[in-house]
Every structure is written in C-alpha cells, then in structure tokens.
C-alpha cells in the first residue's frame, strides 16, 4: 500500500475490545453478502450514468475550466467572495480550511503566492453579510454565485444585493466581478448569466450539493486560493480505486459503512462523532455532517414504507473538546460511537523547552514536541472510551495535503453511498428539506405558493399565544 494512503484502525469498536456496546467482528464480516450485492448495485448505477459524482475524479474538462478561469481571475482580485449555502459552501470551506494556512486571508498577498483572500458567506445573517461588505472594495473582488436551480432563496438574496451594488458601484463593467456556477441549460440563474455576460462554471447533472466539491462548485476556490485541483482529484481517484473491490476487508469505505449501520441499528448507537484531532480538518467536519444527515436521514425506505433513519453526524475537535465534550463520551448514555481523524505526520513541528525541571506536574513536557502531545492526547482519548466500554475507531492521514484530502472525501461520499444501500433508502433525495424550501417560499410570497402561505400563517399566529 502507498504510504500516503489513508487507513482504518476499527479495533476499539469491537466487542472483543469495548464489551457489549461494541460491535462483533463476525457479525460485522457477516454483513459482506450484502455489500457484495449493494456494490454490484452500485457498479450498475454508475455504468448507467446515476451515480455521477462517482466519476468526478476522473473528470478532465472541469479542472481545465477551472485553472484557466482561476489563472485569468487571480491578478484581477484580492478578493474572492463565495455565494452558497449548503453543498455549495461546506465544501469549499472544508477544502481551504485543510489545505491553506489557518490564517491565510491575515497574510500579506505576497505569502499567498499573489492569491486574493477567500470568503464563503454560507448564511444570510444580515450583520454577517454587511460587515463583510464594509470592509471589502468592490472593484477588487470577485463574486462566485453557486446555485443548480437558480432559486435557491438565500444565495439568490445574496446575490441580488451584490449585482445591484456592482452595478451602482461599476457601471457596465460590473459583469466582470461575477462568476456563476450553476445548470448548464436549465434553472433560473442561466439565462441571467448569459444575458449579462457572466462568466459561468457548471453544475453536473445528477450530482447533489453534498456531493458536488469535487466538482466546479468547490474546485474555482480551491483554485483561486492556490490549492493544487489535480492532486486533489488525484487522491479521490487513487481511493476511487480502492473502492472497486467489495471486501470489508479492502474498501476503507465500504468498512466504515458497515461499522457504522452496525453500531445505529445493532447496538442503538444513534449519534457519530466526528472528531479530527487536527485543526485543518476541522471544518471537514461540518461537510461530513450535512452528508452523513442529509443522506441517511429519510422518513420512507425505498418501498415506500415508513423507516425513519438516519444516525446523528456530531462534531467535535480534538484537543479542544476533550475540554467540553469528552466526559459526556465517556461517562454518558451509551448512544454514541467516536470517529477520530488522526494525522500522523504534521507540516510542522515544535519542541517544548525545558524549563521548570523542578516542578513535577510541568518538567515532564520539556524535550516533547506538541506533535508528540497531540498524538498522546487522541491516543489517551480512544483508550478512556475503551475502557469505559465505549466504541470508537480512528481514520488515519499520513499527512494532510490535497491528495490525502481527495481520498478522504472521496472516502466518506462512498460511505454514504453504500450506507444507503445498507439502509434501504434513496441516498441522493431530500425531501425534507425540500419542505422548508416551500415554506420559505410561501412565506416571502413567491407567486404559486398563496395556499401555503394561508396555511402557514394561520400556524405562526396561534404560536403567539404561547410565548412566554
């Protein structure tokens, strides 16, 4: 195996290890008949064309669009302001939160190898928005517009606010400052983007939001903060070809559905922690979370029958939340099961001085490194759980570059995938939050929505009278 690929240490999760709350490793294996046939289901709807976002990594044409806009894009903008909620952010944000300096948009342009700052505005919070307004100048920065359908109610409110202040701000020239990325042919931002003279980037077909980073919706960012694209899908691709094989023994995502589906359905282990001791990983997190929720959480299976599934995706961050977290993991009601992310060889190092040899509870650290600190930590961490009889495995990074991070997205988006399977329902909807887009909707008085809007009041009324 390549040393920079990534690994799966499940032990602390077997019962073997963590007592009755873990789960058995022949109950686990058992499971491979299944995964055989949910595999060769899943090979099906890729070679039919369903399982697009699959074949991402090994697209050509979008890295080529990408880093011809971005090279053309950079020079022109110390600013590059990101438009999106959801699928269209969290993955932009986990990609420059791992592979740029935690204070990359502090440094001077010079140290950001003449690459523009990166915003992703991923609510519409007014005071958010207007501070960040306030303190950027217009004509040196760039707005990424990232919405499928056009309608997207928060990003399309973005983006009224921004096109109407350009235009104010730039005259005609304004269509310069802004890059959509959206349907290639259809929705409602298209047409708005060819008419006025947009530069535009498309959104795949028959890939979802929480799935599409790899995709232009996150690849022009990652671009435009100087991160290497090609390694990125490099990586996605080389664990692409891990997952060709069904084996639970060889598919590192296959493994970790399984774990997974065993733990929430077998041993009522309804919430999974995500817990990266590494803070570039930090935000990976928040990704995972959306896809792990959106995905699995489904009221029908795919017959139609009430399910109600679905695990709680939590996260956590190590050190920091063995601080706040930990000691409900440990000492709290049986219902969790802990994923770390372990990085074991850090960009840097940094020794502790030894000083105050004189004092017990202090000289032992002196001579360490806060690599060597970190690693005890998480390692001290998955011990107490065990101990306590709590199950817990750990996701191993050699190192976090662009290709380690390709791989583990990559990962984590066919966990989901075989997850599905596993759970009997359609992966790639969300018809759930597709009820609140309506709601949204009748509320701010879109034309068609009007009963909705006279249902929907007569609610918010009657919960006046039960304020406090």
Request: aromatic fraction near 8%.
């Amino acid at each position: 195996m390549k040393t920079q690929a990534i690994t799966v240490d499940f032990r602390n999760a077997l019962s073997k290890h963590v007592g009755k709350h873990g789960v058995a490793r022949d109950k686990l294996f058992a499971l491979q008949p299944r995964i055989d046939r949910y595999h060769a289901q899943l090979c099906r709807e890729r070679a039919s064309g369903k399982l697009r976002f699959a074949d991402l990594p090994h697209n050509r044409e979008y890295p080529r669009a990408v880093s011809a806009l971005a090279k053309e894009l950079i020079p022109k903008c110390r600013n590059f302001v990101v438009l999106g909620i959801g699928g269209s952010a969290l993955g932009n944000i986990a990609v420059q939160t791992a592979l740029n300096s935690p204070h990359y948009n502090l440094l001077p342009q010079s140290q950001r190898k003449g690459c523009p700052r990166i915003f992703v505005e991923d609510n519409i919070d007014p005071d958010r928005f207007v501070a960040l307004l306030d303190m950027i100048d217009l004509k040196k920065t760039v707005f990424n517009v990232i919405t499928k359908s056009g309608q997207t109610a928060e990003t399309m409110s973005q983006f009224l606010i921004i096109q109407d202040m350009l235009k104010k701000k730039l005259g005609r020239s304004y269509n310069k400052h802004i890059v959509a990325t959206t349907d290639a042919k259809g929705g409602f931002l298209r047409p708005i983007a060819e008419a006025e003279g947009y530069r535009t980037l498309e959104v795949p077909d028959g890939v979802g939001g929480r799935f599409s980073v790899l995709s232009p919706v996150g690849l022009l960012s990652a671009a435009m903060a100087g991160i290497n694209i090609r390694q990125l899908l490099k990586g996605a691709a080389d664990m692409d070809k891990r997952c060709q094989t069904a084996s639970l023994k060889k598919n590192p995502a296959y493994l970790c559905a399984a774990l997974l589906h065993q733990a929430d359905t077998r041993k009522n282990l309804h919430t999974v922690v995500l817990m990266p001791y590494c803070d570039a990983l930090k935000d990976v997190s928040d990704w995972f979370r959306q896809l792990w929720a959106e995905s699995l959480g489904k009221r029908l299976g795919r017959g139609g029958k009430e399910v109600f599934t679905g695990q709680n995706p939590v996260k956590a961050l190590g050190t920091t939340d063995q601080h706040s977290q930990v000691q409900l993991y440990v000492e709290g009601p049986f219902d969790k099961i802990i994923a770390f992310l372990a990085v074991d060889r850090f960009a840097r190092t940094i020794k502790l001085p030894k000083t105050f040899s004189e004092v017990e509870g202090i000289s032992y650290l002196g001579g360490k490194s806060l690599n060597q600190l970190m690693h005890a930590e998480l390692q001290g961490t998955a011990i107490a759980l065990a101990d306590a009889g709590r199950p817990n495995f750990t996701i191993h990074l050699p190192s976090v570059n662009a290709h380690t991070v390709g791989q583990l997205i990559f990962m984590f988006e066919m966990q989901t995938a075989m997850a599905g399977k596993l759970y009997g329902i359609n992966t790639f909807d969300q018809p759930g939050v597709e009820a609140g887009k309506t709601a949204t909707y009748a509320l701010m008085g879109r034309k068609g929505f009007e009963k909705e809007k006279r249902r929907i009041a007569g609610r918010i009324k009657a919960n006046h009278s039960d304020r406090v």
